[in-house]
T-cell receptor, first 114, second 115 residues
Framework: KNQVEQSPQSLIILEGKNCTLQ??????????LRWYKQDTGRGPVSLTIMTFSENTKSNGRYTATLDADTKQSSLHITASQLSDSASYICVVTAPGSGYNKLIFGAGTRLAVHP | DAEITQSPRHKITETGRQVTLACHQT?????MFWYRQDLGHGLRLIHYSYGVQDTNKGEVSDGYSVSRSNTEDLPLTLESAASSQTSVYFCASSEGTSGGNNEQFFGPGTRLTVL
């Protein structure tokens, strides 16, 4: 069964610190893997996208890595800011006939405290 | 600026009532999607559309219906609301044809409570 699992479920860090969020997936084959940021009360917004041939992608202080062999991805946040407080969702696209299915992880809820 | 909007943002209704949630996008995207988000679960696809007059069932479509009469709108109807349909509903859109790998842009969500 195609699944995306994220860890930890929640995380609290102090402003200025770094953190790494994990994503393990069993989707095969897959087209791409995205990380989304979802602020409270808002819809998800894409941070990064990687195809199976890419192993790292950066977007400012956010760096995503992908190991297609072990089916693992991580999102590293550098020098965290209060505005990084949000849920981070890992999404894997599985190609299919007629529809490319998006499989969403349950997300990691990050709280950055001053 | 192009955007995707949802209305209402919050809705409380009673079991058995018909409810319609609106979704409107101004990007002129072909593809539109409805998801529900429940605590502890990832977003789950309810229905999707690849263009006018095209609608398809997602993984959790029972009790929901959609119609696509124009490019901009994809309303979601709960025929007879049930307490199990209490959730946050997100509409999304993307460019391209037949879904593709293009980024989906999400609306702000509608929080629905069924009493």
């Amino acid at each position: 069964k195609n699944q995306v699992e994220q860890s930890p479920q929640s995380l609290i860090i102090l402003e200025g610190k770094n953190c790494t969020l994990q994503c393990n997936y069993t989707v095969s084959p897959f087209s791409n893997l995205r990380w989304y940021k979802q602020d409270t009360g808002r819809g998800p917004v894409s941070l990064t996208i990687m195809t199976f041939s890419e192993n790292t992608k950066s977007n400012g202080r956010y760096t995503a890595t992908l190991d297609a062999d072990t089916k693992q991805s991580s999102l590293h946040i550098t020098a965290s800011q209060l505005s990084d407080s949000a849920s981070y969702i890992c999404v894997v696209t599985a190609p299919g006939s007629g529809y490319n299915k998006l499989i969403f992880g349950a997300g990691t809820r990050l709280a950055v405290h001053p | 600026d192009a955007e995707i909007t949802q209305s209402p943002r919050h809705k409380i209704t009673e079991t058995g009532r018909q409810v319609t949630l609106a979704c409107h996008q101004t990007w002129n995207h072909n593809n539109m999607f409805w998801y529900r988000q429940d605590l502890g679960h990832g977003l789950r696809l309810i229905h999707y559309s690849y263009g006018v007059q095209d609608t398809n069932k997602g993984e959790v479509s029972d009790g929901y219906s959609v119609s696509r009469s124009n490019t901009e709108d994809l309303p979601l109807t709960l025929e007879s609301a049930a307490s199990s349909q209490t959730s946050v509903y997100f509409c999304a859109s993307s460019e391209g044809t037949s879904g593709g790998n293009n980024e989906q842009f999400f609306g702000p969500g509608t929080r629905l409570t069924v009493l």
